[in-house]
């Protein structure tokens, strides 16, 4: 989906830029960055069904986990870049710092960590839920669990993932009209293929070009060179706040 090569971006660049040699991804679903990007990664989660109550394959880059975020089962640095993408507004808050505290430390260089925050972030979400009910179309179970808590915080967040940081960079990530507009967009149950199919097109993953007509191919070379511009939507007001943290010191 379109959304999700969004929320993926910063962190497709981050690692085409700094090239880790080991990348853990922590509640990744069955295809986390291996939907986008051709890069080796273990995937840790939970479930691989990703909400639809069937099991998934998982990506051909991604070597699968099943494990709890709150115990990962690695020694202490074991991997140069830990993600944590939009998974602590699905965890009670009173766990958000036991699951935040275990990816820093199994991150050895850098830990890369968004979610929606604040209260525009909030504000979409309830508009969302409201939009969707009165279009009489299916709430997902995502959305029920973003609302049956309170997003998280950079003050809940910041302290836990700065102890044993050199730096830390805020980062914003997807800009609410835009994302507003695409979340409405794949909403519909006709509509979401194409978002699907825009975002292969776009994304820098390894393309096969025998197993596509010429019509996909000639339109995978007139769209990837857009690739770069998606960034220009991580701008204020922003959905979602990735928190980059380099820990080399």
Known sequence: MLSQ????????????????????????????????????????DRTFADYTGTERRASPWMLPLRADATSLPFSDGRFDLV????????????????????????????????????????????EL?????????????????????????????SPVVSQSARDVRVLENAWLPVHRGVMRWEARERRAPFSAALSDLLAPTTWDW?????????????????????????????????LVVDKRR
Do not use: M
Not at 131 to 152: C, D, F, M, T
């Open 83 to 126: 993600v944590l993408l939009d998974v602590l507004e699905h965890v009670p808050t009173g766990r958000r710092g036991d699951v935040l505290a275990e990816c820093d430390r199994v991150a050895h260089a850098a830990l890369a960590v968004g979610f929606p925050c604040g209260e525009p972030a909030e504000a979409h979400d309830r």
């Open 5 to 44: 090569l969004l929320r993926y971006a910063p962190v497709i660049s981050l690692i085409r830029k700094t090239r880790p040699r080991s990348i853990l991804e922590v509640g990744c679903g069955s295809q986390g960055i291996g939907r986008f990007l051709s890069w080796r990664f273990v995937g840790v």
């Open 210 to 242: 025998g197993v596509h007509r010429p019509s996909t191919n000639l339109a995978r070379v007139t769209l990837r060179p857009a690739w770069p511009l998606l960034r220009l939507l991580d701008r204020a007001p922003a959905y979602r706040k990735l």
């Open 129 to 157: 839920h409201r939009w969707l009910e009165a279009e009489r179309l299916p709430v997902p179970g995502w959305l029920r669990e973003h609302l049956a808590e309170p997003l998280p915080t950079l003050a809940e967040v």
